[in-house]
């Protein structure tokens, strides 16, 4: 029996049923009431698809979930082109033809009740062109009807509950961060000779004072109600916060018998940004590089001014594996472990939906591993309202 991976899903559904075919087995369901009555008293969404994946069926909380007129816009279609998955929208031949589609929890259940399985996954979509994230349980079976199969999917919008457990993970993954970074240096203190200690005081200070900003900064994220979050804008200076961040990290323990070095290249610019988020955001990355790195391996943190922005980077040698490399940004996806692994979801959370920034990522065995984001001059003199989420301006000093 083949397993899920060894099918292809390239080759699977590149075709559909022809439009007389799959009237036909839309008027299956289309004269069955009772199935109809029995789907539309469930406040889960339901769908029923063909053996082509394509929907012949879909209760009234999908439709009004989707807000479209009826049940005959979605007739047709497939499970990730009704919800504008990215990934359906970037192959030419649809849902189920990309290459990520074999990760999909979606397909996993599909295929699994065809194998003779009750399917049962959560699925991540990243949906459109303001990348909302969309969180499905799915529950899948056959059904036989004129001794044709057809697939029934149940599937619970589990969005809300996902995205609260994720921030909270993200912040203690961040809080743990900077903590790891504070025993490195208490540490060194223990056997510090007098003379030595004045040299760690001011990053011990520093530290101390990030670990206070991050848990103000959870409390501001867990009170964003409708999703409105208060920025703090401050004036920073781009080297001597790259600098202050990886002086933090040259004593965490992920950075033990690594170097971290600012570029030679790397401009000295004022920008104006949230110090808290924009710290966590280049703190992430730099912990993901040297947690990937090898001994006497190098870090290196750049900036420069660009056209679209300032891009800040962090570059390290490591090359992330290709199917890693598919999913390195999704809130559900790591290579860790449970409750590990959101350094990359963090950044992307942050910069995107917070900083009114870009991220983006290269990994390849010419250049090694390299994360960039791009950001205003002035988050102030940017959109305030961006993707749905209302941001309220205010300046501070530190």
């Given at each position: 029996m083949?397993?899920?991976?060894?099918?292809?899903?390239?080759?699977?559904?590149?075709?559909?049923?022809?439009?007389?075919?799959?009237e036909?087995?839309?008027?299956?369901?289309?004269?069955?009431?009772?199935?109809?009555?029995?789907?539309?008293?469930?406040?889960?969404?339901?769908i029923?698809?063909?053996?082509q994946?394509?929907?012949?069926f879909?209760?009234?909380?999908?439709?009004?979930?989707?807000a479209v007129?009826s049940?005959?816009?979605?007739?047709?279609?497939r499970?990730?082109?009704?919800?504008?998955?990215?990934?359906?929208?970037?192959?030419?031949?649809g849902?189920?033809t990309?290459?990520?589609?074999n990760?999909?929890?979606?397909?996993?259940?599909?295929?699994?009740?065809e194998q003779g399985?009750?399917?049962?996954?959560?699925?991540?979509?990243?949906?459109?062109?303001?990348?909302?994230?969309?969180?499905l349980?799915?529950?899948?079976?056959l059904?036989?009807i004129?001794?044709?199969?057809?697939?029934?999917?149940?599937?619970?919008d589990?969005?809300?509950?996902?995205?609260?457990?994720?921030?909270?993970?993200?912040?203690f993954?961040?809080?743990?961060n900077?903590?790891?970074?504070?025993?490195g240096?208490?540490?060194l203190?223990?056997?510090?000779?007098?003379?030595?200690?004045?040299?760690?005081?001011?990053?011990?200070?520093?530290?101390?004072?990030?670990?206070?900003?991050?848990?103000?900064?959870?409390?501001?994220l867990?009170?964003?109600?409708?999703?409105?979050?208060?920025v703090?804008?401050?004036?920073?200076?781009?080297?001597?916060?790259?600098?202050?961040?990886?002086?933090m990290?040259?004593?965490?323990?992920?950075g033990?018998?690594?170097?971290?070095?600012?570029?030679?290249?790397?401009?000295?610019?004022?920008?104006?940004?949230?110090?808290?988020?924009?710290?966590?955001?280049?703190s992430?990355?730099?912990?993901?590089?040297?947690?990937a790195?090898?001994?006497?391996?190098?870090v290196?943190?750049?900036?420069?001014?660009?056209?679209?922005?300032?891009e800040?980077?962090?570059h390290?040698?490591?090359v992330?594996?290709?199917?890693?490399?598919?999913?390195?940004?999704?809130?559900?996806?790591?290579?860790?472990?449970?409750?590990?692994?959101?350094?990359?979801?963090?950044?992307?959370?942050?910069?995107?939906?917070?900083?009114?920034?870009?991220?983006?990522?290269?990994?390849?065995?010419?250049?090694?591993?390299?994360?960039?984001?791009?950001?205003?001059?002035?988050?102030?003199?940017?959109?305030?309202?961006?993707?749905?989420?209302?941001?309220?301006?205010?300046?501070?000093?530190?």
């Amino acid at each position: 029996m083949a397993t899920v991976q060894e099918i292809s899903v390239n080759d699977r559904f590149i075709h559909r049923s022809n439009s007389k075919e799959l009237e036909r087995q839309v008027g299956v369901f289309s004269n069955n009431k009772q199935l109809e009555i029995f789907g539309n008293a469930i406040s889960d969404f339901m769908i029923v698809t063909n053996s082509q994946w394509q929907i012949v069926f879909a209760n009234e909380s999908l439709i009004k979930y989707l807000a479209v007129p009826s049940l005959d816009d979605l007739l047709g279609m497939r499970i990730g082109e009704v919800f504008f998955c990215n990934s359906s929208i970037k192959s030419s031949l649809g849902c189920g033809t990309a290459e990520t589609c074999n990760l999909c929890g979606a397909y996993k259940a599909f295929v699994s009740t065809e194998q003779g399985f009750l399917g049962e996954q959560e699925c991540n979509i990243t949906s459109g062109s303001e990348h909302k994230n969309i969180d499905l349980r799915i529950k899948s079976t056959l059904i036989t009807i004129e001794e044709e199969q057809f697939t029934i999917f149940v599937m619970t919008d589990i969005t809300d509950s996902n995205q609260q457990k994720v921030l909270e993970r993200v912040f203690f993954h961040d809080l743990a961060n900077s903590i790891g970074s504070l025993l490195g240096y208490a540490e060194l203190m223990k056997n510090a000779k007098p003379n030595e200690l004045e040299q760690f005081r001011y990053v011990f200070f520093e530290i101390t004072q990030n670990i206070s900003d991050e848990i103000i900064a959870q409390q501001q994220l867990t009170a964003a109600e409708n999703h409105v979050l208060e920025v703090q804008s401050v004036v920073l200076h781009s080297r001597s916060l790259l600098s202050s961040i990886a002086e933090m990290y040259q004593y965490h323990v992920v950075g033990k018998g690594k170097s971290i070095v600012i570029d030679r290249s790397a401009e000295d610019f004022v920008f104006v940004t949230d110090d808290v988020l924009f710290r966590r955001v280049i703190s992430n990355l730099v912990k993901n590089a040297l947690e990937a790195s090898g001994a006497h391996d190098v870090v290196t943190l750049g900036c420069i001014r660009k056209n679209q922005g300032l891009e800040f980077s962090v570059h390290n040698n490591a090359v992330i594996p290709n199917d890693v490399q598919l999913q390195v940004f999704k809130r559900s996806f790591s290579t860790k472990g449970v409750g590990r692994g959101l350094g990359t979801y963090s950044v992307k959370l942050l910069t995107e939906e917070y900083l009114n920034g870009v991220v983006s990522f290269n990994s390849n065995q010419r250049i090694g591993t390299v994360f960039s984001i791009i950001v205003p001059e002035n988050i102030k003199q940017h959109s305030r309202e961006k993707k749905g989420m209302i941001l309220a301006f205010s300046s501070t000093s530190k």
